[in-house]
């Protein structure tokens, strides 16, 4: 299993060059906040969530002067505290409706937030007051729209800027809008000719090809032609460099409904050999809708769905380029039009996780339906939100839910794995890992994270043999792997076995993350415990100057200080180790070598060893 990013997502199907300035929309509101994946450096686990908490930016419930409501109002935007942004820029603005930028503002919020008939009043009085705005101009047509009233809203949209974002937006709004107006399905080749009229410009956007042949398929089979729907479909999954789940989906849904089940299963084996990371459970959702029998009807219902899509695509091609700010109020036009749309509220969970929103992002993923081929994860994106919140209960009984639920599962189990693991219930971890595992159809090189991770969880519950087996199997799958090597390599020169061959491994590693400071502390460590003292000063010198907070590597270069006679700066070195609030097992051994210092050996005095006793021996690595 290849260890990925949570965020779901289209791949990026436009050119850079198109998609770079989508954002640019009179106020923009991209906030980049690529959430780290959890690091394993080595022995250690780095656990970064580089989360960007706005909430506590304001309290609403408060009473606000408009001057501190507008300042506070600008903080909670910046952080993308919307929900707090839109009370406070409410009040800012009052009445002023002629203050373009902070009535701007306000509507971003607003849309943002999910409301959008308070936008829509928003605008309205915009408008009246004489603003100019594409976002204005958005929600009075997202004000038609959702009244049906589209030949209205066609009329509305004609007014749209010609800036970037709108160049790729509008023809896919104007095309299922001209739909709408000429009766919809009911419309028939009418219907269908009016739609790709005003889908054209796409075509001749560059960078734009699959975004017009997905909608020019979609509002051809809502218009009853499904051949040359499913001729576009291919046609966007063939330019694909990766198929797009969605976009197998409905090709998937069209050929069955259509009697090809034999293309189908083609296509769904296709995307299945190419999924990874979430594609394969929305894989295996795919394969069991198949035997639920064919849809009935268009595979877009309605019109407002059909925007509603087009809106989502957008919204995952900026997220693409983490142009995230207006990602968020896209979403939110998606879900106002069809609170169903399965990849709107999956995309609007990921952002709010990425902002640190958890409960907001909990709400948007339980809102993907349970029929949906992304539900499952939007339910381990739930977990996920669970694990941040430090509800780790509820968190391992919805992975243990899902994992049960679904013989064929492996993101579960090893998710499930990961939670056991970072909360030390390593023997449990273990048997999860196992279960991922003993599931895999296939064991390729992207699979040496299970092992690895497996490793990990059987080192720290005492069954080395186990786990150097597993650590050695994650290297025959991908032999550079610096974790691992790490890993593996330190645990050897603990235990004084394969020396020349863990130091070769330690360089290598290091050679690969000289940024790393757990790694090049483990090279250093390794000249410590071979008494090599001024060698292991030279190397933990470094990984201290890369990491200096950290209480391990700190207290690492204490002892090798004091070996060479350094023992003031020795003491300082623990003094600051200590400051880092270090794991309980470590924090007595500092406080006994700032009392007593080390032997000859570069151990513990006798007293400490006592003390080290009853501490119980700290995990491999520090």
Known sequence: MQKIDLTHRLPRSCQRRVLAGLAAILVSVAVAACEPDEQESGIRVADAEGTVSGQGAASPGETWTDTGAYLAGLTAFDQRDMRTAAELLTKALGEDFKNAVLAQKTLVALMSDG????????????????????LVTLILMQDKARQDEYEDALAISRELPDDRLIQVTAPMLRAWLAMGAEGGAKGGAKAKEAALAELQPLQELDGATMLWQMQSALL????????????????????????????????????????????????????????????????????????????????????????????????????????????????????????????????????????GHLDQAVVAYNQVP??????????????????????????????????????????????????????KEFEEATQAYTIAIDRLSKVEPDDWQLFYYRGIAYERAKQWSKAEQDFKKALELSPDEPYVLNYLAYTWVERRENLDQAFQMLEKAVSQRPEEGFIVDSLGWAHY??????????????????????????????????????????????????????????????????????????????????????????????
């Open 529 to 622: 415990m071979l008494g090599r003292y001024q060698q292991a000063v030279v190397e933990l010198e470094r990984a201290v100057s890369l990491a200096p907070t950290d209480p391990v590597l700190n207290d690492h270069l204490g002892d090798a200080y004091w070996m060479v006679g350094r023992k003031e700066e020795a003491r300082f070195q623990w003094t600051r180790a200590l400051s880092f609030e270090p794991e309980p097992d470590l924090a007595p051994k500092l406080e006994q070598k700032l009392e007593t210092g080390l032997g000859a050996s570069g151990q513990l005095e006798p007293e400490a060893e006592k003390v080290k006793s009853q501490a119980g021996t700290a995990d491999s690595g520090g």
């Open 115 to 134: 409301r959008i008939e308070d936008a829509i009043a928003l605008a309205e009085d915009m408008k009246s007051a004489g603003v100019k705005s594409t």
């Open 220 to 355: 051809a089979d809502h218009a009853g032609d499904g051949a040359v729907a499913a001729a576009n479909l291919l046609a966007a999954i063939d330019s694909s460099v990766s198929i797009p789940a969605q976009l197998a989906e409905f090709y998937v849904a069209l050929k069955f409904r259509d009697g090809d089940e034999q293309a189908a299963r083609a296509m769904m084996q296709r995307y299945r050999d190419q999924a990874e990371g979430r594609g394969e459970d929305v894989a295996n959702a795919m394969e069991r809708k198949l035997g639920e029998g064919k849809i009935k009807g268009p595979l877009v219902a309605d019109v407002k769905r059909g925007i509603a899509i087009a809106y989502s695509q957008v919204a995952m091609e900026l997220m693409a380029d983490a142009y995230n700010g207006d990602a968020l109020w896209l979403t939110r036009l998606a879900l106002d039009l069809d609170p169903k749309l399965d990849i709107a509220a999956l995309a609007l969970g990921d952002l709010q996780r990425q902002a």
């Open 370 to 423: 349970e029929s949906s081929v992304f539900r499952r994860p939007a339910q381990l994106s739930v977990a996920e939100c669970y694990r941040r919140q430090e509800k780790f209960d509820e968190a391992g009984e919805l992975l243990r839910r899902l994992m049960n639920e679904d013989k064929s599962d492996i993101s579960a189990a090893q998710q499930l794995g990961q939670l056991l693991r970072v909360n």
